[in-house]
């Protein structure tokens, strides 16, 4: 690939995944301005590896990996410490009355799972991978992924109560 | 709930956070530069962390180009062992978009009194919002004034014991608040919009503590001391590289307590973990989503030139 194959891919990426992949890391960071900087370093990372795809998964598939792992390595670092953040269950906002919710309910309940499980939840329901990708991705068995996604789903459960239902 | 139901919700839900041209820019000046994101958030503790890791890492891995890490939780187990292999780069020009409202917004923030939290927030071209912050902080020169600062304060751990030689060269305490803001100002320049808060004394909770102490010769003990809302002895505490090893120690009142093994002379590094008697819950200024967040535990790192961990162990051993 040429440096202007590279430049023109890199701005296919931003333009068609910016918005998506910013939401996911603010989902798993759960905090915007440290979001933005693992979402920049998502594309520049795929940049970089542009010459390794393979077309083996899609590419949003490809950026979303990278974004898990960039994500991961944003949680391990001292500076995410200190801006760690749990929601304690009895500051959940009040279950609505009906299907409708005020804004921020869903993300709100989303964000005070665990990581582990949030991030399993949001691969197999908000990035719609399948359950063997959502396993590669979250880098453990395909067994261990079902368990963290019924786990996930129980606990959201919970939080959503009125709407909330299998598939 | 199915996936069709949970990705539009949280799709409007996040309308306002959007991927913007700055963003873009920053990807595209990065590039240009070699791949590294600047961070936006760096207080001075951090800042310092930064600069000896980028020594550690030039030093010991320019032979060999690749970046060998471990992972280590608070218990002093690896959970993740990794590699990094520096990219070749290419040369990208950077589009200026946006530029001129970043750096009003900068401008702002920085003619602002200290003492606030100040934000400036423009619109990007995405109907989203970008903008620059600056936490809220007191700053002190005085280990009297300091002490005095957090007497009524049992949240966050001092050394028990400064070692001879060594004074206070300068601290930095961060609060949140954990009921609300009061808006100061808030004023237009252009499309960049200025907002300042303060907190009421009662309402103020400190998430951080950093501390420089020196002696006369410069050799240097950094402490920073992080409110965290983990409650986890198995997350990831500390990312070394992987030729450095961590040994668990006992401090009296830590959870945990480790100490990095380091190869070469780069002095004593002690990571320590203590739970909160309770939770501190806080929230985030009224522009942001209206979670309340609580801290559970308090981690300590101490980092220093020319003492070893038997010292620092000794710093936050009370009598």
């Known amino acids: 690939m040429t440096d202007t194959e590279h430049q023109e891919e890199l701005e296919y990426l931003m333009n068609h995944y910016g918005d998506e992949i910013m939401r996911f890391c603010t989902l798993q960071l759960k905090d915007t301005f440290q979001a933005e900087d693992a979402a920049q370093d998502t594309f520049i990372k795929a940049w970089k590896a542009l010459d390794t795809f393979r077309n083996e998964s899609s590419k949003k598939t490809w950026l979303i990996r990278i974004a898990v792992n960039t994500c991961r390595d944003y949680q391990r670092t001292g500076w995410f410490r200190h801006m760690d953040r749990r929601i304690t269950p009895e500051n959940l906002p009040e279950k609505a009355q009906e299907v409708h919710f005020p804004d921020g309910e869903v993300s709100g309940a989303i964000s005070s799972l665990p990581a582990k499980l949030r991030m399993v939840i949001l691969l197999r329901y908000y990035e719609g991978f399948t359950v063997q990708e959502t396993a590669e991705t979250a880098g453990v068995s395909v067994a261990t992924a079902k368990r963290q996604i019924r786990k996930a789903n129980q606990l959201l459960r919970k939080k959503l109560e009125g709407w909330y239902y299998d598939e | ?319």
């Open chain 2, 1 to 319: 709930m199915n996936e069709n139901d949970l990705k539009s919700r949280l799709d409007a839900e996040l309308s306002n956070i959007t991927w913007s041209v700055r963003n873009s820019n920053a990807v595209r000046q990065q590039v240009n530069q070699g791949g590294t994101v600047m961070k936006k958030k760096l207080s001075i503790s951090f800042i310092g962390v930064i600069a000896l890791l980028l020594v550690l890492a030039a030093v010991a891995y320019a032979a060999t180009e690749v970046y060998h890490r471990i992972s280590i939780n608070w218990k002093g187990e690896t959970v993740e062992e990794s590699e990094i292999v520096p990219q070749p780069t290419a040369k990208i020009p950077v589009p200026t978009e946006e530029a001129d409202l970043h750096q009003i917004a900068e401008r702002l923030v920085e003619s602002a009194p200290e003492g606030e939290i100040v934000k400036a927030s423009y619109p990007d071209p995405e109907g989203g919002q970008s903008g620059v912050r600056r936490s809220f902080c007191q700053k002190y020169t005085s280990w009297e004034e300091l002490q005095q600062a957090l007497s009524k304060n049992s949240d966050i751990t001092l050394p028990a014991w400064i070692p001879d030689g060594y004074h206070l060269q300068y601290a930095e305490i961060s609060f949140k608040s954990k009921n609300d803001y009061h808006l100061i100002e808030e004023k237009q320049e252009g499309s960049v919009t200025l907002r300042r808060y303060s907190v009421d004394d009662e309402n103020k909770v400190i998430d951080e503590c950093y501390l420089l102490l020196q002696d006369d010769e410069k050799h240097t003990i950094s402490i920073t001391s992080t409110l965290s809302g983990s409650t986890d002895s198995n997350n990831s505490a500390i990312n070394i590289p992987a030729d450095n090893s961590v040994t668990s120690v006992t401090v009296p009142g830590m959870e945990n307590a480790i100490a990095i093994n380091s190869t070469g002379n780069i002095g004593s590094t002690l990571y320590l973990r203590r739970l909160l008697d309770s939770p501190i819950k806080w929230v985030d200024t009224p522009d942001m989503p209206a979670f309340v967040m609580a801290y559970n535990e308090e981690h300590i790192d101490i980092w220093a030139t020319d003492l070893d961990i038997e010292t620092l162990q000794k710093m936050f051993t009370p009598d």
